[in-house]
């Protein structure tokens, strides 16, 4: 099954290439069929999820390249079916999000389709190689929708974004290879790639003895994974990659790619190196402090509406920091479910400016005015997820919140009440970006503008009935991860 939710889409992909470049609508359908598919097969992974196991399920474990011990080796726990079920919804719906795309039309929607295959690989792999190629692979079609379908700087932006990357997939490169030298195969005695492997400290020898080693290759497997969250002061890549970035883009790169930072750090760094996760335990709670506080200021600050919900995510990752650094059962658990919620509440917000950006044109906050009178329905939903973002009670936001709290205060009671400033701040710039755009005197410019459209609401309905139904309900993604997180503390902490 996970093999066909990861290729699904590459056989999408490789059947635009045959289609005729005029018929654009059959290109549309091809890839949102192709999309489809890993979604009908990810809610069938959730339904059949065995819930009372803390290790890996739907395994498929294959020799790949002998000679240097490289397995084609997949599986999914609690931690990575949350994210793979965040994976297939997004892509789908960004590919209808899409659907008014006709520059290169053919290349757009078979690129987007190539990146939901790295992503969702990245999510399903237990061997380090095999993930490192996946993650390699989302790279490149996302330098490519950035550079072509994006704005006025697009160029600068895509350039800028794939050198962050690089740079860190070089340091994840180091840090594998190392690891590779280090680690051998209980059964064959040879090196090995495989992540369960390196998992088992029995395995390690050799160089990361030394504890000072094991911190120089923590940092760099660090690094490289928070370019990706982005944690300050590596997230300067972000902003531009957003403003610059086609709506669905945004959507996937705010909603999926973020989270493969703290995704790496919790699969990888945190297990294999959990003496070090413990001594990081402290400046990984300060991080996800200034995250929150600096990212929440910086959105106080920003006219263009897409900049600050930028920012906002680099504010919002911040409790998934605070969250890990607890690392107790509540705050790891409410950590994995923030980057959940984080991902479905932000792609409502970038559906949302993509919706008013698609009628005006542009999406300074001042320009607008009034919306409220001219849009309702899309002041009602726009709303909802600006709402759902603060972390209002009765939204998804708010439960995982609640629960990175908790599970911060009794450890770092200073840095969670300092953090808490971020909530503050978070509803200041909401409601006024709110009360510049939809209330006060309606602009007269803007008379003539449409309400949101039945395609634009398939895309956002969905995402909303799950962010209501976690809010009030939020077991059905708790029982998911419960065990296999509360292994995961119990192989770090002890």
């Not at 290439?17 to 192709?34: G, H, L, N």
């Not at 919002?316 to 409410?334: E, K, P, Q, R």
């Not at 909530?423 to 006060?440: E, P």
Request: with cysteine; aromatic share 14%; hydrophobic share 55%.
């Amino acid at each position: 099954m996970l093999s066909w939710m990861t290729f699904f889409p590459v056989i999408g992909a490789l059947s635009i290439t045959f289609v005729p470049k005029d018929r654009k609508e059959i290109v549309k359908t091809v890839a949102a069929a192709a999309a489809a598919v890993p979604l009908i097969l990810a809610v069938q992974l959730f339904m059949n999820f065995d819930r009372s196991i803390a290790g890996f399920q739907f395994v498929e474990h294959y020799e790949w390249i002998k000679s240097f011990n490289i397995e084609y080796f997949m599986g999914i726990d609690g931690l990575s079916v949350p994210m793979v079920l965040l994976t297939a919804l997004l892509s789908f719906l960004c590919i209808i999000a899409s659907w008014k795309i006709d520059k290169a039309c053919k290349g757009y929607f078979a690129l987007f389709l190539l990146l939901e295959a790295g992503m969702m690989g990245v999510f399903v792999s237990l061997d380090f190689f095999l993930f490192y190629v996946f993650w390699e692979v989302m790279l490149l079609p996302m330098y490519f929708l950035i550079g072509i379908w994006g704005g006025p700087r697009k160029e600068y932006a895509a350039i800028k974004f794939f050198l962050y990357t690089l740079a860190g997939s070089v340091l994840m490169l180091l840090a594998m290879i190392a690891f590779y030298y280090n680690v051998q195969d209980p059964v064959t005695g040879g090196h090995t790639f495989n992540m369960l492997h390196m998992m088992d400290q029995a395995n390690h020898g050799g160089i990361l003895d030394v504890a000072n080693i094991r911190f120089v290759i923590w940092m760099a497997l660090f690094i490289g994974f928070a370019i990706k969250v982005p944690i300050f002061p590596f997230h300067t890549w972000l902003p531009d990659a957003h403003v610059e970035a086609p709506t669905a883009v945004s959507v996937i790169l705010a909603g999926v790619l973020l989270k493969m930072g703290t995704y790496g750090i919790l699969r990888i760094s945190y297990p294999i190196l959990p003496d070090q996760a413990v001594n990081f335990m402290i400046p990984l709670a300060i991080l996800g402090a200034i995250n929150i506080i600096y990212g929440a200021f910086c959105a106080m600050a920003q006219s263009d509406m897409k900049k600050l919900v930028a920012y906002s995510s680099v504010s919002h990752m911040g409790y998934v920091l605070l969250g890990m650094a607890a690392m107790n059962s509540t705050g790891i658990n409410g950590a994995v479910l923030q980057m959940f919620n984080h991902g479905t509440i932000t792609a409502m917000m970038f559906l949302c400016v993509g919706v008013i950006y698609d009628r005006a044109h542009h999406r300074d906050i001042d320009g607008f005015g009034g919306l409220g009178l001219q849009m309702p329905v899309y002041t009602s939903v726009f709303s909802f997820a600006l709402f759902a973002a603060v972390g209002l009670p009765g939204l998804s936001g708010f439960v995982s919140e609640a629960m990175v709290f908790l599970g911060a205060f009794p450890v770092h009671r200073t840095i969670a009440i300092v953090s808490a400033l971020g909530i503050v701040i978070g509803a200041a710039y909401v409601l006024w970006m709110l009360q510049r755009v939809f209330l006060g005197p309606k602009n007269d410019k803007y008379d003539d503008l449409p309400d949101i459209s039945a395609r634009e609401l398939f895309t956002l309905v969905p995402i909303g009935l799950i962010v209501l139904l976690l809010g009030v309900y939020p077991m059905p993604v708790l029982d998911l991860m419960k065990a296999s997180l509360n292994h995961l503390i119990k192989v770090v902490a002890g």
